[in-house]
């Protein structure tokens, strides 16, 4: 039973996993943002406009972490009904994120900005690198969600398992402070 | 986990999934087909199989084109019809054309660096090693080890295509610095050969990320009982620094790739300003070549590193067992491997002194680079403390971690001059930095991948490798290197510069023609060699001398409790216990002492 214990105390292997995985992740993000501060500093760099549509992705995938968090609270209290609505809430939300930083995006090249080809300027091109970057990254935790949610729905055998969605869970919310702190980073470093 | 465990609550569900992991070895007797055995084994130790014979796949290929080149830098003058039969006109008239010459020199540079001593390397002792010394029935998840193999075989996959493409793989050199890198009509290289380098380096770079979480993870969080961070042998503390290194770099360069894949196929301007190709001005403006550099070395050094480190966790492990004495200042060679591991992430502009960079900001990396002298300095001290007057048996992996050990002292000396902002004004890009990181990286890791394939050889197939083909192995491997790789320093001293097909135009370096065709030459039995190794390693697999005994080198780590052909699992009974660190030799007038033997009463402290 010593060992038991011993073993009880200790954070699940895939969830430590996880925890190295959002290190890797953040020197990722790290490595580009550090490369835009190096790029600002340098001739041609133009100061950036950032539409108002990337305030509301922020505020949904802000809102995004909430329901996941609800959704956890919802499980680990057996409450499947609810469980289930603010898992599929949290992967719409995530698509909503998605999709508003696409508009955002148009919305920057109908003002005339090329973010990409010739005349573009390296300033907007980082915005999108870095924005998609972080964009595919939801989208894995999307898929995450939608998987853990479906499994939940479809299963023969009844499954209370929070560690699934834990995880799940710790990942979204890394990807919505990693948002905030790109935001933020691009707000003020325009 | 298993489905058992999921049906009870959240903090139940924990406990069981670590027990269902436990019990895994006892009843591990259901059938397992071909495929499931040999292919999408999620066993450590078949995907460390698996990883190592991948890895001596693109040894042979990558070794093949120095080869070839070194025929076209040791003979300039000749011509070699059969050439131009094999590779036609990228061999116009038997002679290596340029640009097939320096997508020779590119390949060889990736394959050998990351495919062979990265993936093939780490990937193989990792997997192996990790569960069997900290004494873990496998990974802490076999499928995302599985997935690393397979990434890994993707990537391998699409760097193998771009050899066939019609313009050629990537060539810009292994460091693919743009604007060259950037530009398809800069030259053939850089047109889709680029974009499958890249593509194949993302995927090596996921596949690396994924095992090395895993590998952190594992020796984290599944120790055996007993096991304490201080009583694992240094292998395993090698590995997980490397892992951390890995994980911690790898992303960096992504990010610099996929920024350069931007410039590449999207027009955009990370890296590019100013350019004039052929007559033509490119739009691209206010970019930075620089920035790329500084991305890519800031992974390019700790990986140097990754490549090193597990050789030295395997030497010191080696060195221990074969000289029948405990290692020398075990907690220093932890300490001096984080230190290095520190280090690394400090250094990387020492590759860039001479682009430009502040030389005031240069004389701290000049400082920063020259203090990894001081661990590397540690480490030999305590690997020859270690084997002083130890009672040695000469065995292949004996020799290998020997040889390593004084490859690692003459390259590190040369990477001190190297370390030097102002000798570096010199140094840089001529054959002297050649030398350097062939010694000292190359053929020192090698030495450490060779020893631990002759050390674990009989863990892995239950049979040895032939020990005479093993001799002739070592000393001309060692001969041979030394030869080839010696005589560099002098012409890079003198000034001539890496990356050239041939210099027979240059008056200057005309005295170095008798030397490079010397070097050719020992290039060609070197290789011959090797092959030989290749053979030895096949043959024994199945016809090698089977083993007999469960611990034949009279070793004190856990692998040697296991059966001589452990099945899924490792241990067919409970995991053992361990009661003290694993260099326990020589001692109380035992020879040595296992780990999982109890500390007896009236026993002497180490
Ligand atoms: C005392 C230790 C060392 C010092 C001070 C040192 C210093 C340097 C310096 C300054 C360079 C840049 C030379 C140039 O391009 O002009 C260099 C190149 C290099 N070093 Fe070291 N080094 C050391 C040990 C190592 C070790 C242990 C490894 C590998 C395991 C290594 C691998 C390399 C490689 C691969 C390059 C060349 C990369 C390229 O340009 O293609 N070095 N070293
Ligand atoms: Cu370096």
Known sequence: ?190 | MSSEAIKHGHAVAEVHSHDAHDSHGHDHHHEESFLTKYIFSTDHKMIGKQFLITGIIWAIIGGLFSVLFRLQLGYPEMSFPFLEDLFGKWAAGGRISNDFYYALVTMHGTILVFFVLTAGLSGTFANILIPLQVGARDMASGFLNMLSYWFFFLASVVMFASLFIQTGPASGGWTIYPPLSALGQASEGSKLGMDFWLISMALFIVSSLLGGLNYISTILNLRTKGMSMTRLPLTIWAIFFTAVLGVLSFPVLLSGAVLLLFDRNLGTSFYLSDIVVKGEILPNEGGSAILFQHLFWFLGHPEVYIILLPAMGMVSEILSVNSRKPIFGYLAMVGSLFAICILAFLVWAHHMFVTGLNPFLGAFFVLLTLLIAVPSAIKVFNWLTTIWRGNIRFTPAMLFAIGFVSLFISGGLTGIFLGNSTLDIHLHDTYFVVAHFHIVMGVASFFGMFAGVYHWFPKMYGRYLNNTMAYIHFWVTLVGSYLIFWPMHYSGLAGMPRRYTDWSNWQSFNQFADMNRFISTVAMVVFAVQLLFVFNFFYSIFKGRKVKSQNPWGANTLEWTTPINPGHGNWPGDIPEVHRWAYDYGKDGREFIPQTEAVGEHESKH
């Open chain 1, 1 to 190: 039973m010593q060992a038991m214990s011993e073993q009880k105390r200790k954070i699940h292997p895939h969830k430590f996993t996880l925890w190295v995985a959002m290190g890797s992740i953040l020197m990722m993000f790290a490595g580009l943002t550090s490369a835009y501060i190096v790029k600002r500093s340098q001739a041609s760099w133009m100061m950036l406009e950032i539409p108002m549509v990337f305030w509301y992705s922020t505020v949904t995938i802000v809102v995004s972490s909430l329901t996941v968090h609800l959704a956890l609270k919802a499980i680990r209290a057996r409450e499947m009904v609810a469980y289930r609505r603010w898992m599929v809430t949290t992967a719409a939300l995530g698509a909503l994120f998605l999709l508003l930083q696409v508009v955002g995006f148009n919305a920057l090249g109908e003002n005339g900005i090329r973010l990409v080809g010739a005349g573009s300027n390296a300033s907007y091109s980082f915005l999108l690198a870095i924005s998609g970057l972080h964009g595919l990254h939801v989208l894995g935790g999307v898929i995450a969600l939608m998987v853990i949610a479906i499994k939940a729905v479809s299963t023969t055998s009844r499954t209370y398992s929070s560690l699934p969605l834990e995880i799940a869970a710790t990942y979204w919310h890394f990807v919505d402070a990693l948002w905030i702190y790109l935001f933020i980073f691009f707000n003020w470093m325009k």
